[in-house]
């Protein structure tokens, strides 16, 4: 089961909103991004059937404003991923990383 994103497509409410939002980062769900690549957790979002996958991703850090990264993806299928937040690093199946919408990391702070 995947958490459901936002519908984008042209025309609907939510692309118009993106669309009007100043220069938002990207937010995308961490089992679509590219490997070992930085983001920062947006929010988190559980399926109503979740059994429990709020508290087991809350107590394994996946928190709001953490730093996380897709260190590798299981073969065949991408099942399931390997995943680094803060220090440590977990397994994770892909349903669950559907519901961590994440952004972009900082690369560098820009100063005035």
Known sequence: ???PLPDLSEGSADAMA???AP???AITT???TP???AFVIHEVVYPEDGRGWNQRLEE???LPGERVLVLTRGRPGGDPLAV???HSTFALRRAEAACVRVRPWPIAAVKP
Do not use: E, I, N
Request: charged share 15%; aromatic share 4%; net charge negative.
């Open 84 to 86: 680094r937040v803060g």
């Open 23 to 25: 220069s938002a980062p």
């Open 35 to 37: 490997l070992a690549t």
């Open 1 to 3: 089961m995947a958490c």
């Open 30 to 32: 961490l089992d679509q």
């Open 18 to 20: 993106a669309a009007d």
């Open 60 to 62: 394994l850090g996946f």
